[in-house]
């Protein structure tokens, strides 16, 4: 096998592996909390930026129709989600999004796991949520911004090798949607589409502090011309993951935690190039954490 093909395939990840916690536990809901709070130098916004980011993400599944009734193909899941974020010096990212949507893995129950191609589709995520947010900070002078919006699209996200002793390791997540607002102006109406792999190794992957060094980027594009919604960008890291070994009641809470530092720089913008002054470059360090009550 090479590394490609055994990097591909998600040896072990905590979404196939036989742990269970026992908090809430039921297989016809499901909890997740995800979020990363950093410290950026630039934020790509402004030269000595230096401040902090911080965003947190509660989705509920329930009820979870593709389980809950047996079909050949699974039947779409409601959710409600809320986000917040906070960002120094943007005012209009300081908010708090909350929305009732509907998601669809049809291939879920694909059996033919030894198919590295197959065992990918079957986390696709066809979904549709409505959301209104409230800004957290001089709501008078952004009250002309949208607070409602539409999104319907697909995306994947897959973790590989992070909870087992292989040398290699990678975490991809794509997303293609179409947003009526984005928040940000009223009239966005545009197909968009992100795209962020890390892949990387553990120098001492029997180790709970294994260091994890990668290689990452992202790339965004939509229909606007925008220059922050449509780059390339390319860079590298180092992520601790302390608790990736755990396996008792508070792996609900930590096992996903993961502790990193970040270097990233501009590749190129697709459309039209950013105002003079504005950085090319970012250095972060910061925590992330997934969370997965079920």
Not at 37 to 44: A, D
Not at 183 to 204: A, E, H, Q, R
Request: aromatic share 20%; net charge negative; glycine share 6%.
């Amino acid at each position: 096998m090479s590394y490609a093909d055994g990097l591909f395939k998600c040896e072990d990840t905590p979404y196939n592996s036989n742990y269970r916690p026992n908090v809430l536990e039921s297989k016809y809901h499901l909890l997740q909390i995800y979020g990363d709070v950093s410290f950026q130098n630039t934020n790509f916004f402004k030269k000595n930026y230096d401040g902090a980011v911080g965003w947190a993400e509660t989705r509920f599944v329930f009820p979870r129709f593709s389980e809950f009734i047996n079909t050949p193909i699974p039947l779409p899941d409601p959710f409600f989600i809320g986000t917040i974020k906070d960002m120094k010096d943007i005012d209009w990212e300081d908010r708090f999004d909350y929305g009732i949507g509907m998601e669809w893995r049809p291939l879920k129950r694909a059996n033919s796991l030894n198919d590295t191609f197959l065992e990918w589709t079957k986390h696709l995520r066809f979904y549709a949520v409505y959301l209104k947010t409230e800004f957290l900070k001089d709501e008078e002078e952004l009250g002309w911004k949208p607070h409602n919006d539409f999104r319907a699209g697909v995306d994947l996200y897959r973790e590989c090798n992070l909870y087992n002793n292989l040398w290699y390791w990678g975490e991809f997540w794509g997303d293609a949607s179409w947003r009526k607002t984005n928040f940000y102006v009223d009239d966005f109406k545009s197909w968009t589409f992100s795209f962020v792999p890390k892949v990387g190794i553990k120098l001492f992957p029997d180790k709970a502090l294994a260091p994890m060094p990668y290689a990452t980027g992202e790339v965004s594009l939509t229909e606007r011309r925008e220059f922050w919604e449509n780059r390339a960008l390319a860079g590298a890291g180092l992520r601790f993951m302390p608790f990736r070994f755990f396996d008792d009641t508070t792996a609900i809470f930590i096992k996903g935690l993961k502790i990193y530092t970040e270097a990233l720089w501009v590749v190129d913008y697709f459309k039209d190039d950013a105002p003079h002054g504005t950085p090319n470059h970012d250095y972060r360090v910061g925590l992330n954490f997934t969370i997965n009550w079920w």
